[in-house]
């Protein structure tokens, strides 16, 4: 399983960016599909999480309402749309994938679940 992001790049504060993650390999509907990130200095951190089914998504308290995730299993691609943008957002975005199979958990907020990695999108947001 291979994962590319797309879409990062540099937007004012208030703007948005749509950020698409393609998975190749089979199975793409048995992965739930996180998006973390890491701001210089900082550790990686979670941002957002959907189920294999797209039924249940998951975003953390400080983008709740600007962040929306979607997948398309026909398409094998999961994108997390970003409004209202804010300077602190400023990151470098990883998607990832975490095998549905071994767990009932809908969704993971720990990045040590994820099995496979994207190397990652840039995005700034200047102030």
């Known amino acids: 399983v291979q994962l590319q992001a797309f879409g990062g790049g540099l937007v004012q504060a208030g703007g948005s960016l749509r950020l698409s993650c393609a998975v190749s390999?089979?199975?793409?509907?048995?992965?739930?599909m996180g998006w973390f990130r890491q701001a210089p200095g900082r550790e990686r951190e979670f941002v957002a999480a959907?189920?294999?089914?797209?039924?249940?998504?998951y975003t953390v308290d400080s983008v709740k309402g600007r962040f929306t995730l979607s997948r398309d299993n026909a398409k094998n691609t999961v994108d997390l749309q970003m409004n209202s943008l804010k300077p602190e957002d400023t990151a470098v975005y990883y998607c990832?994938?975490?095998?549905?199979?071994?767990?009932?958990?809908?969704?993971?907020?720990?990045?040590?679940?994820?099995?496979?990695w994207g190397p990652g999108t840039q995005v700034t947001v200047s102030s």
């Open positions: 390999g089979r199975s793409f509907n048995m992965y739930n």
């Open positions: 959907i189920s294999w089914s797209g039924g249940t998504t």
């Open positions: 990832a994938a975490d095998w549905a199979g071994d767990s009932t958990a809908l969704y993971s907020t720990r990045d040590w679940d994820y099995d496979f």
